[in-house]
T-cell receptor, first 115, second 109 residues
Framework: DTAVSQTPKYLVTQMGNDKSIKCEQN?????MYWYKQDSKKFLKIMFS???????INETVPNRFSPKSPDKAHLNLHINSLELGDSAVYFC??????????????FGPGTRLTVL | QQPVQSPQAVILREGEDAVINCSSS?????VHWYRQKHGEAPVFLMI?????EQKGHEKISASFNEKKQQSSLYLTASQLSYSGTYFC??????????FGEGTQLTVNP
């Protein structure tokens, strides 16, 4: 069974479109994350939710909106896609919100290409 | 502020050793190490929580020097399966992890 799953795996779309990426974890973890990995492989935190509560909201354009319907799911909606949004987006989860003491389990990633 | 990793890339022959360093200009409370193989997700290796702590995972080990604000990852007798990009992460305010830019390790036969 996959611990952290994401759909879709690949997403190719035109500039200006709106798209969503879904993430689910079956580990019973309380905390979930969205990371963006750019072409230079730099892995940067975007958002984090703990028990459906937003706890990390990095400086990202407000075109990006996370939503957590329950603690096992964290979705990412992106409005008005731009070329610079092309990247691999990783979902991750950890037992709780204390980053220092918790390993993070990453999903397989969603490669977003904006044309 | 992200930690600084060195070297940026290293190429080894199978069986050789390597050291990857991670340093921070700000206080390090904990250090995480992850490995990401090409086209895959990052995978957790280990966390070091205390200054002076050392940990090992098979032939991969790490140390944490809290005073120097740095951590080192040691890969001994490297195997082909060790190839990938290694990331260190430091805990910053708000319980977030800030990752370094990664060190690309290539192990050749």
């Amino acid at each position: 069974d996959t611990a952290v799953s994401q759909t879709p795996k690949y997403l190719v779309t035109q500039m200006g479109n709106d798209k969503s990426i879904k993430c689910e974890q079956n580990l019973g973890h309380d905390t979930m994350y969205w990371y963006k990995q750019d072409s230079k492989k730099f892995l940067k935190i975007m958002f984090s939710y703990n028990n459906k509560e937003l706890i990390i909201n990095e400086t990202v354009p407000n075109r990006f909106s996370p939503k957590s319907p329950d603690k096992a799911h964290l979705n990412l909606h992106i409005n008005s896609l731009e070329l610079g949004d092309s990247a691999v987006y990783f979902c991750a989860s950890s037992q709780d919100r204390l980053a220092g003491d918790n390993e993070q389990f990453f999903g397989p990633g969603t490669r977003l290409t904006v044309l | 502020q992200q930690p600084v990793q060195s070297p940026q890339a290293v190429i080894l022959r199978e069986g050789e050793d390597a050291v990857i360093n991670c340093s921070s200009s700000k206080a390090l409370y904990s250090v995480h190490w992850y490995r990401q193989k090409h086209g895959e997700a990052p995978v957790f290796l280990m966390i070091l929580l205390k200054g002076g702590e050392q940990k090992g995972h098979e032939k991969i080990s790490a140390s944490f020097n809290e005073k120097k604000q740095q951590s080192s990852l040691y890969l001994t007798a490297s195997q082909l399966s060790y190839s990938g990009t290694y990331f260190c992460g430091r805990e910053t305010s708000g319980s977030r992890l800030t990752f370094g830019e990664g060190t690309q390790l290539t192990v050749n036969p």
